[in-house]
């Protein structure tokens, strides 16, 4: 087996507790890879010999991108939708419904074409750990296809056949909630790791959004959830009671939210994708992590309210607008992305972990705020 020296980096951030707090920095650093598992981290001065040298020329290396959140599984464009909203319009998430129509209408080539040409686009800015959701097909058939085409591209997938109720069930979403519990999870869930739910405003309420997961919980599948995206809906208490991994969106968030959450263990994972797509207010980050909360950053590629790839955008807008300091933006993307996936091998780089690394054309992963919206990564191991 071959291993590879990554040599010379000026500046290595590893996010393992071992080293140091948050984003556990090490400067002059080096790391030895081989069989895409970290053999060695250490400094420059120590390293080992190995079979071939990357020289990073003191540049900066992290861990590649914890991308927790994608609905990548689509056909179609809702780019109308987003010039709607550009000129005043606001987001609803009746959209969804276009994106469902569409995705029923595609070829299982289509659909994965266009998710491999996703994750791609993703892995060029740096991802290297990516959660697919299905969640635009709302039958039996085009949510188990989805979820079987997005097992060809990563193990995170996610059963989300509760994102809204499908125009065929407007008038008995209780029939709904039903299929999705029964028959449509037990097509599901030997795709899925993941079953998620959208509780808010126009879409599930606490009730339904209990009765799916816990239903998803007994079919062996972890549970995350979308809520506080469009208002208050209770959602999020219940992500923490059920010992949910994460719960998504957090815009809307009550002081008992922010209580459960911090007294619970599930992540809040924010997405600025959707706030700056949807013209909304941005989520309260530092709320959040000065109440002790793990918070997390993802993309939420969709085609409805967020259509980005691209984990440097969502760090600079959160540094930006979301008053996360560049390391606490760093962290959420890479290791707080990890947490909400209950991963441990992956957003961080320490021995044994797996060789998920990004070489960045910067001497720092500030610079992937201070210079934003410019292609900062060089190489992705
Ligand atoms: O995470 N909130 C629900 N689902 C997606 C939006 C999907 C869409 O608009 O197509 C989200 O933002
Ligand atoms: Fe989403």
Request: glycine share 10%; hydrophobic share 45%; net charge negative.
């Amino acid at each position: 087996m071959t291993t590879t020296l990554i040599d010379d980096i000026g500046l290595l951030v590893t996010n393992d507790p071992a080293v140091g707090s948050l984003t556990a920095e090490v400067t002059d650093a080096a790391v030895v890879i081989e069989d895409g598992v970290i053999r060695w981290v250490g400094s420059a001065s120590r390293a080992p010999a190995a079979d071939e040298r990357v020289d990073a020329a003191g540049r900066c290396v992290i861990p590649g991108f914890v991308d927790s959140h994608s609905h990548l599984m689509f056909a179609g464009d809702r780019a109308d939708e987003f010039e709607a909203r550009m000129t005043g319009q606001t987001y609803t998430a009746g959209g969804i419904r276009r994106t469902v129509a569409a995705t029923r209408a595609a070829s299982d080539d289509a659909l994965l074409g266009n998710s491999q040409r996703l994750v791609a686009e993703m892995r060029s800015q740096g991802t290297t750990t990516v959660e697919i959701k299905s969640g635009y097909g709302l039958d039996v058939l085009d949510e188990s296809r989805a979820l079987r085409l997005a097992q060809k591209l990563t193990t995170e997938t996610t059963y989300l056949g509760a994102h809204v109720v499908p125009s065929e069930f407007a008038d008995d979403p209780a029939g709904y909630v039903d299929l999705v519990t029964g028959e449509m999870l037990a097509e599901c869930a030997p795709h899925a790791r993941w079953v998620d739910v959208f509780c808010d405003t126009g879409a599930f309420d606490v009730d339904q959004a209990r009765a799916v997961l816990q239903a998803g919980q007994a079919a062996g599948l972890g549970a995350r959830m979308h809520a506080g995206q469009l208002g208050f809906s209770g959602g999020v208490q219940l992500a923490v009671e059920l010992g949910a991994a994460s719960v998504d969106h957090c815009t809307f968030l009550s002081d008992e939210d922010i209580d459960a959450l911090a007294g619970g263990s599930t992540v809040a994972t924010l997405l600025p994708g959707v706030e700056f797509s949807t013209r909304q207010p941005y989520p309260d980050a530092r709320r959040l992590i000065d109440a002790g909360v793990t918070v997390a950053l993802a993309c939420d590629c969709n085609p409805g309210s967020s259509f980005t790839s691209s984990m440097p955008f969502c760090i600079a807008v959160a540094v930006r607008d979301m008053k996360m300091s560049p390391a606490e933006a760093l962290w959420a993307a890479t290791a707080g992305g990890a947490e909400a996936l209950w991963r441990d091998d992956v957003g961080v780089i320490r021995e044994g972990a797996r060789a998920d690394l990004v070489l960045l054309d910067a001497p720092s992963y500030v610079h992937l705020a201070y210079r934003p919206g410019v292609p900062l990564v060089s190489r992705v191991f």
